[in-house]
């Protein structure tokens, strides 16, 4: 780069000797006198224009720098307000905390677009063609290319303001489980159990259902296991048994009391549904398990298959078809 600008000078400066030498050879000549008052023209004309434009536009650059100096001022001090209330500092009735940051964002940006429309007049060429021209055809491609992050943005506000869970909550999003690490005007950023980052979109979000286990977490979440069994055994021993099993997993809360609920009752089959209460969401997964591996020890145990859906064990044949199938 160095080298580069260095040979870039010694052009420009063998162009700038050039310019100047032509002119002194033609005045020695008397019929070449008026082509050196030309060349000197093209060389001087140009820059007594430029000088005077930018002595003009001194007055404007002041005006400019004024505006951009006040406002300036106008972001740190409300920046300094925001900031207060987001530190629990100052409170104001009616508004969370965690609306400061976003409000900022969007009184800074309110700011930012006045302070433009105050300056655009006070730009050069701003009353030029060509200026309105490419203005219009940036904000025609911007308009086109940014329909999907504005609907971002727009939906990322209104998540905001709604207040459906907030930084550190495990919620679930479709079929997507995690604590939330991030909210940012365009996507929420999401960790799984098994610190995976899943990055939605904030329209999706605004758009679908949001369950939060961290809301009234300190009340206890309820939880559900499923299980199928067949008709042959008595709904009683199956309660008795499933509700014996939460006692025995430390991660699960005895108050309320966990009950169980006969969800379905298919051709083959009894869909149970036991119901069980915790005070850590992210222990949900863990503790599923561990009512699974009891369930399987406790039914095996005491003899009871549990039926998976279109399969149908323990058939007595009728006696018609007893002896046919015997002879094949």
């Known amino acids: ?10 052009w420009a400066l063998i162009v700038l000797m050039a310019f100047i030498m032509l002119p002194i050879v033609f005045s020695v000549f008397p019929f070449t006198q008026s082509w050196a008052n030309s060349l000197i ?12 434009a930018i002595w003009d536009y001194i007055p404007n650059l002041i005006t400019v720098f004024v505006i951009l100096f006040v406002m300036r001022y106008a972001v740190r001090l409300v920046k300094y307000i925001f900031t207060e209330i987001d530190k629990g500092k100052l409170e104001v009735n009616g508004f969370h905390r965690e609306f400061a940051m976003p409000t900022f964002t969007i009184v800074r940006f309110l700011l930012q677009a006045f302070t ?5 007049p006070y730009l050069p060429g701003s009353n030029s063609d060509i200026f309105k021209g490419i203005s219009v055809f940036i904000g025609v491609l911007f308009s086109l290319g940014s329909s999907s992050a504005i609907s971002n943005i727009i939906a990322g506000l209104v998540i905001t303001y709604m207040r459906p869970f907030r930084i550190g ?5 479709a079929d997507k489980t995690g604590v939330v690490i991030e909210k940012s005007p365009l996507v929420t950023r999401l960790r799984t159990i098994k610190n995976e980052e899943i990055t939605i979109p904030n329209s999706s979000i605004l758009s679908g259902n949001t369950v939060n286990y ?4 300190d009340q206890g979440i309820c939880f559900q296991v499923e299980l199928t069994v067949g008709y042959e055994e008595p709904w009683e021993r199956i309660h008795e048994m499933l509700l014996n099993i939460p006692p025995r997993v430390a991660r699960v809360n005895t108050t309320p009391a966990p009950f169980v609920l006969q969800k379905k009752l298919d051709d083959f089959y009894v869909l149970y549904e036991l119901n069980v209460y915790i005070s850590q ?9 561990e009512i699974f591996q009891l369930i399987l020890n ?13 399969i149908f064990t323990k058939v007595d044949h009728t006696p018609q078809y007893r002896a046919g199938i015997d002879q094949i």
């Open 1 to 10: 780069m160095l080298i580069s600008s260095i040979n870039m000078l010694r």
């Open 41 to 52: 023209g093209l060389f001087t004309k140009p820059l007594k224009k430029a000088f005077l």
């Open 116 to 120: 433009l429309v105050l300056i655009f």
């Open 169 to 173: 909550d495990r919620i679930t999003i």
């Open 214 to 217: 961290s809301t009234f977490s």
């Open 281 to 289: 969401s992210a222990e949900i997964a863990l503790a599923q398990s």
């Open 298 to 310: 406790d039914f095996l145990a005491a003899g009871i298959e549990m039926n998976a859906p279109h």
